[in-house]
């Protein structure tokens, strides 16, 4: 779950959303706390977030996740690496658990490892312009999906059930634009009657960059 849908969905329903986070290999490992904190099952694993040579990442910093499971007897390899990015999370939380946590989960390592500089800003403008716009601008999208191109450009590809008005196209252009305002990469918008899938998952951002068993 993306921090808009997280965002969008409290908003609309009112509740709070308590995420989990776990691995097939291991299970349940961490719960996000109000705060935004994953708090670790510390009797069941123990999680690391690292960075390329292996140490640990100071707070605020993206790693990569390794767990290390105490229970699943199939399962014995010791820090494990999840595949995942997270944030590094030092200190005591402002929800007062005292369970050792990480920050956001960035996603899957191998789909960001491979991108250009900035890939991921103009992913996250797109997501907060579409979080932030008033809802009756954006009502009738169904589905989106950012591409990037190997030649650095990207299109927005989109699912609508009506006409979206000219203001919304000039919001997600704005946001764009504000990423690198003296030289923004090229953005297309277009309009499709459905996305490419991987599986159940639909994929809001793909790239030309990623390694092919990524791609849909
Ligand atoms: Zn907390």
């Not at 009112?14 to 995420?19: L, P, S």
């Not at 989990?20 to 009797?43: D, F, K, Q, S, T």
């Not at 995942?84 to 369970?99: N, Q, S, V, W, Y």
């Not at 932030?132 to 954006?138: E, F, Q, R, S, Y």
Request: glycine share 8%; aromatic share 10%.
């Amino acid at each position: 779950m993306t921090p808009a849908m997280r965002a969008r969905i409290e908003e609309a329903f009112g509740v709070t959303i308590a995420q989990g986070y776990g691995l097939n290999e291991i299970g349940l490992v961490a719960v996000r706390c109000g705060a935004g904190r994953y708090h670790v099952h510390v009797e069941h694993c123990w999680v690391e977030i690292v960075d390329d040579e292996g140490q640990p990442c100071a707070a605020g910093e993206t790693g990569q996740l390794l767990v290390t499971g105490f229970r699943n007897a199939a399962m014995p390899l010791i820090r494990y690496d999840s595949g995942d990015l997270a944030i590094a999370e030092t200190g005591p939380c402002p929800c007062g658990r005292t369970l050792p946590g990480f920050g956001a989960i960035i996603g899957r390592y191998r789909r960001y490892a491979y991108l250009p500089d900035n890939s991921m800003r103009y992913f996250r403008a797109i997501l907060h312009a579409l979080t932030d716009m008033p809802v009756t601008l954006c009502k009738p999208l169904r589905h989106f999906q950012l591409h990037q191109f190997r030649d650095h450009s990207f299109e927005l590809r989109y699912l609508a059930i009506a006409a979206l008005p000219p203001s919304f196209f000039d919001i997600l252009r704005t946001a764009w634009e504000g990423v690198e305002p003296d030289n923004p990469l090229p953005l297309a918008f277009r309009a499709v009657d459905n996305l490419v899938q991987k599986g159940r998952k639909l994929q809001v951002f793909t790239s030309d960059f990623a390694p092919v068993s990524d791609n849909p």
